[in-house]
């Protein structure tokens, strides 16, 4: 009685061998392992289980993101950041790649802004970071899922069409509240007064018409998402690829592995000045250093880092302790009244470190002349109770740059309503050095559908920074076309950074000319400078590094219209042009 029962459990066991041989078979399995034990037994390796492991490793499937997950964190100056992390799908097991802490935006506020507006914004970021964190860990968790991490590209065109159709509809619910709101009544405006016109002062020229700065861009509350998961997808990307970040983003913008790299020269914060420090300075914001092209990292971070600590010292010596205090960048803030003290001050500790100043390293001024602009008289205030006009501002830069050959780049010395003198600069300073933009233009994702070097308003260099709704193709298409016109480009850490060295890997993977990271103090400055010279270790080992020059294009103001058929043309008078030397 037992036969039939004994019967049915050979026929399931037959039926079960079968399926399992369909299964292996249909997977390739017993080719595969019959492929690895041939080889393995000539390969001899040492590790028999580990070779195995890497063996059927290339058979696996594609890691794709199982889930995002965002939090609350500190920034370097204890303000509220994101901190993103990507967890994929790894051989049947989640697996967290990348944790990604992002740094602050840049305040659109001067540093001597009311504490009032000051507070404004700070709560305005808080809220953002907030909001920010909700869409990650809800609706964009959701979206992202099952992507593969490498596809840089289709993840932030994802996020960033999710973030404005979120925006779409915050802004409509605010439009139909609006309307909503009863309308006040007009009130009544008083009888005009018996004198009539308004008194005019005697002696008084005309007005002077002074063009207001845009607007600045509304931002929608949680847009800096975009950015912070962007960039955590892209460390994920190089991870599940194995290979280095910089060579990563390298990939993603040239679509293949680059043959050869070309290091960013770091740009380096000395000392900081403007209306918001002490003293009468306000036409300079920044003075920075570079070294020459081609001196390798570890020996320019040395360099740097010993003529920062010289002038530290001197201050000590000269003023005490309060004069080594430094700001949020790791800059030192001395009094200044002139700029000439804060270029002699850099020279001066090079000489006395056997550096020469103009060949071993190089000055870049960041003017910011936005914020030493005087809205009620439309003129520059380049020192306290000293103003001048935009034409006066050209030669008074002029007469600077020509006195310090050693200094290679000017940021932002007018603001860009003052197209003509903006122009007119050029053409005097730019045969020797680099004219660079940086509040003049917009983010990279808007600068990527407007024109750069129009006729009336050029530069030779460009400052990107990577922050809130700035995508890593974002980036990586805007740098490209800044190239094909004819700028450097310029890759900017923000005053709010943290330890995190993403922009340092961007900048290698970018092949940007300079690399601003703030001083050579602070952790979260110094571990950018230590990331750069690792890289370019790795790099010399593998011999794959180019060298670096600068040249410097002159640029010309358009020319003049061409006058109508009977029209008089008035001579131009002679330009007092100096010649300037040549790098």
Request: net charge negative.
């Amino acid at each position: 009685m037992a036969r039939p029962s004994n019967s049915r459990e050979a026929k399931e066991l037959y039926e079960l061998k079968q399926r399992a041989v369909e299964y292996y078979s249909e997977n390739g399995v017993p080719k595969k392992m019959e492929e690895l034990l041939n080889s393995m037994f000539y390969d001899d390796p040492e590790d028999v289980y580990g070779h195995v492991a890497n063996y059927f490793e290339g058979y696996a499937k594609t890691p794709t993101i199982n889930k995002v997950k965002a939090m609350e964190a500190l920034d370097s100056k204890g303000q509220p950041t994101l901190q993103t992390e990507v967890y994929c799908k790894i051989k049947n097991f989640e697996k967290l790649v990348a944790s990604s802490t992002s740094n602050s935006p840049n305040s659109r506020l001067s540093e001597a802004a009311k504490i009032e507006d000051i507070d404004e914004e700070m709560q305005e970021k808080k809220d953002s970071v907030t909001a920010a964190v909700g869409y990650i860990n809800d609706t964009l968790n959701d979206k992202l899922h099952f992507l593969d991490p490498t596809n840089q590209s289709e993840a932030d065109t994802l996020v960033s069409n999710e973030i404005k159709k979120l925006q779409e509809d915050f802004e409509e619910k605010n439009k139909e509240l609006e309307e909503k709101e009863p309308t006040p009544p007009p009130q009544e405006t008083p009888p005009p007064s018996k004198k009539g016109k308004s008194p005019t002062k005697k002696g008084k020229g005309p007005p002077v018409v002074i063009i207001p700065d845009e607007p600045l861009e509304k931002l929608f509350s949680g847009c800096n998402a975009v950015g912070a998961l962007s960039k955590a997808i892209c460390e994920a990307g190089a991870q599940v690829k194995n290979v280095p970040l910089y060579e990563h983003i390298a990939t993603l913008r040239l679509k293949q592995a680059p043959g050869s790299y070309t290091l960013p020269v770091p740009m380096v914060t000395i000392l900081q000045s403007g209306k918001a420090a002490p003293g009468k300075l306000n036409c300079v914001k920044e003075f920075m250093i570079t070294p020459k092209p081609g001196m390798p990292v570890q020996e320019a971070a040395k360099h740097i880092s010993n003529i920062y600590q010289v002038i530290a010292k001197q201050l000590f010596q000269k003023t005490g302790i309060a004069a080594k205090f430094v700001n949020d960048n790791g800059a030192l803030v001395p009094t200044m009244d002139r700029p000439e003290q804060g270029l002699d001050m850099i020279q001066e500790a090079m000489t006395l470190l056997e550096l020469t100043a103009g060949e071993d390293f190089h000055i870049v001024i960041n003017a910011a002349g936005q914020e030493c602009f005087d809205f009620d008289k439309g003129k520059y205030e380049v020192t306290t109770g000293q103003q001048k006009t935009a034409e006066d501002t050209v030669e008074f830069w002029v007469e600077l740059l020509n006195r310090y050959p050693s200094v290679i780049g000017l940021i932002d010395p007018l603001r860009k309503q003052d197209k003509e003198c903006w122009m007119k600069l050029c053409d005097r300073i730019t045969e020797r050095l680099f004219m660079i933009g940086d509040h003049v233009y917009h983010r990279p994702g808007l600068l990527n559908d407007e024109e750069i070097n129009v006729d009336d308003f050029k530069t030779s260099g460009i400052s990107l920074r990577y922050e809130l709704m700035t995508s890593v193709t974002d980036i990586i298409t805007c740098s490209d076309k800044v190239k094909q016109n004819g700028n450097i480009v310029i890759l900017s850490a923000n005053q709010a950074e943290t330890p995190d060295t993403f922009i340092v890997d961007l900048a290698v993977g970018l092949e940007v000319k300079f690399l601003r990271i703030g001083a050579p103090c602070r952790g979260e400055r110094i571990a950018k400078l230590n990331r750069l010279s690792q890289i370019e270790a790795q790099l010399t080992q593998q011999k794959i590094t180019e060298q670096i020059f600068y040249e410097f294009p002159h640029i010309q103001p358009p020319p003049p219209p061409e006058p109508e058929e009977g029209e008089l043309v008035e001579p131009e008078p002679e330009k007092n042009k100096s010649t300037p030397k040549k790098k």
